[in-house]
T-cell receptor, first 115, second 116 residues
Framework: DTGVSQNPRHKITKRGQNVTFRCDPI?????LYWYRQTLGQGPEFLTY????????KSRLLSDRFSAERPKGSFSTLEIQRTEQGDSAMYLC?????????????FGSGTRLTVV | AQTVTQSQPEMSVQEAETVTLSCTYD???????LFWYKQPPSRQMILVIR??????QNATENRFSVNFQKAAKSFSLKISDSQLGDAAMYFC?????????????FGKGTRLSVIA
């Protein structure tokens, strides 16, 4: 197992374009989280899945953002009509839901720059 | 809503010395978990240490230890014998003890520099 994988590592896009990021969690982890991290800030929660079900969405997740996790494996995060304020690092994390397992494993993130 | 505050945006420490990073949190819950994560430059965030609120004993992981003061809602991280590889952003995080149904809440982080 190679950990949580995120692609692409970097994305530069023009304002108004759509972008999609992918996250492959650790295979036995049934929880998957998306966070956004802007410069000088801690990660902010966006949404999370348990298996294929999206259980919670933050108010930060505007209607331009959509996340999916088909079949409970990898997940995608799409941003439509990107704005400069969307520039950030998008982090994915996964975890098990078992007693005694409390930590997340993070991916390396996708850095989005909107120009 | 729970909040996590890290009041030190930047800290520095001499190699081989000890440094303490501060974290306070606000919650009305009695069952929760606290974490310190390390984020090296351009690298992924990794878990350094975790503490269950119901445990009175402070967690320790090699050179890393915490001072958990539940009544004061304080959770500081002590790094002993600091090494150059300890240079990173450190984030304090909180999670409710509701069987993992709520996500981690992070502080804004402390940037630690290690001086050779």
């Amino acid at each position: 197992d190679t950990g949580v994988s995120q692609n692409p590592r970097h994305k530069i896009t023009k304002r108004g374009q759509n972008v999609t990021f992918r996250c492959d969690p650790i295979s036995e982890h049934n929880r998957l989280y998306w966070y956004r991290q802007t410069l000088g800030q801690g990660p902010e929660f966006l949404t999370y899945f348990q298996n294929e079900a999206q259980l919670e969405k933050s108010r930060l997740l505007s209607d331009r953002f959509s996340a999916e996790r088909p079949k409970g494996s990898f997940s995608t995060l799409e941003i439509q009509r990107t704005e400069q304020g969307d520039s950030a690092m998008y982090l994915c994390a996964s975890s098990k839901v078992t007693v005694g397992s409390y930590g997340y494993t993070f991916g390396s993130g996708t850095r989005l720059t909107v120009v | 809503a729970q909040t996590v505050t890290q009041s030190q945006p930047e800290m520095s420490v001499q190699e081989a010395e000890t440094v303490t990073l501060s974290c306070t949190y606000d919650t009305s819950e009695s069952d929760y978990y606290l974490f310190w994560y390390k984020q090296p430059p351009s690298r992924q965030m990794i878990l350094v240490i975790r503490q269950e609120a119901y445990k009175q004993q402070n967690a320790t992981e090699n050179r890393f230890s915490v001072n958990f003061q539940k009544a004061a809602k304080s959770f500081s991280l002590k790094i002993s014998d600091s090494q150059l590889g300890d240079a990173a952003m450190y984030f304090c995080a909180y999670r409710s003890g509701d069987s993992g149904n709520t996500p981690l809440v992070f502080g804004k982080g402390t940037r630690l520099s290690v001086i050779a």
